[in-house]
């Protein structure tokens, strides 16, 4: 048996959790003296806290004990664990130190270089070469090799999250609100980083980012691609137009929509959307 966990940030939704079987390591968010698991509060509840205290809660890996007793439910058992970019959380650092306290037998903690369901791409095919019959170590070293191709990228609404959370400057989140700016967010490296700015309501923009990545999405691997959002129920139309274009797009066996978690969506804030796939190699 090999076993998969991934930590909360890997954005997944319920039912694929259920669907894979996958064990969910949750972060942690904090808002000022309280402090909740990743999942315990809905988007509208995060937000709503955020917007009241005018600041961006403030979130942290799990804990060691946390995580040694879940790796020990499986210690006999092979375990591939999926983190957070380490660049962005000690989640992986967290998780080899738990599997080995908690003495785990045969473990391979996969550092994603990735964020939201950017992981869960990776989370997915491990299952996929799982179920058809791959090792511990063929799965992990196979992932490990695809984890370059991951394209992981969100178009931001505002950056007045980012401004609160100390990842750009009042200065500059006034401006880009001002003239209203969108600018879009890649990972590479590990690392976020922005790629472009547009500019318009955000409905537009998005129309717009998922035409500038067409020539890629049209050539991509076509097992999934996720779109992932924070779309208030205002927005709701923006989601399914994205899903739309994918659709006629043709290429993917399947369009997965799921909402950010907590700890992305505290960064991001609301109204922001990504498609996230697998390029070719």
């Not at 909360?8 to 904090?30: G, H, Q, R, V």
């Not at 964020?115 to 791959?134: K, N, P, Q, Y």
């Not at 959002?229 to 066996?253: N, P, Q, S, W, Y």
Request: with cysteine; aromatic share 4%.
């Amino acid at each position: 048996m090999i076993k998969i966990i991934a930590d909360s940030t890997c954005d997944l939704s319920p039912e694929l959790i259920k669907k894979y079987d996958i064990d969910i390591l949750p972060l942690n968010i904090n808002l000022d003296d309280k402090s909740v698991r990743d999942g315990e509060l809905t988007q509208k509840e995060l937000f709503a806290w955020a917007d009241a205290n005018a600041k961006t809660p403030k979130t942290a890996a799990p804990s060691i004990e946390e995580a040694a007793e879940l790796f020990g439910r499986y210690k006999d058992s092979g375990i591939i664990a999926f983190s957070i970019s380490s660049e962005m959380s000690m989640s992986n650092n967290i998780m080899r130190l738990a599997a080995k306290e908690a003495g785990c037998a045969s473990v391979r903690v996969i550092d994603s270089r990735n964020l939201s369901t950017g992981i869960g791409l990776l989370v997915l095919r491990a299952a996929d070469l799982i179920a058809e019959g791959r090792t511990l170590d063929e799965t992990a070293d196979e992932i490990e090799a695809l984890i370059p191709q991951v394209r992981a990228s969100f178009v931001i609404d505002t950056l007045t999250y980012l401004q609160r959370g100390g990842r750009c400057s009042p200065l500059t989140a006034l401006a880009a609100n001002l003239l209203s700016l969108k600018p879009k967010i890649v990972v590479a490296g590990g690392k976020m980083d922005v790629d472009k700015k547009y500019r318009g309501k955000i409905g537009r923009v998005v129309g717009s980012y998922v035409a500038d990545m067409m020539p890629e999405l049209a050539g991509a691997d076509k097992r999934r691609v996720f779109v992932t959002h924070t779309m208030t129920d205002e927005c709701r139309a923006v989601v399914d137009e994205t899903i739309k274009t994918l659709t006629d797009l043709g290429t993917f066996d399947e369009i997965l929509e799921t909402r950010a978690g907590g700890v992305i969506s505290s960064h991001c804030g609301p109204n922001t959307l990504g498609v996230l796939f697998i390029a070719d190699k």
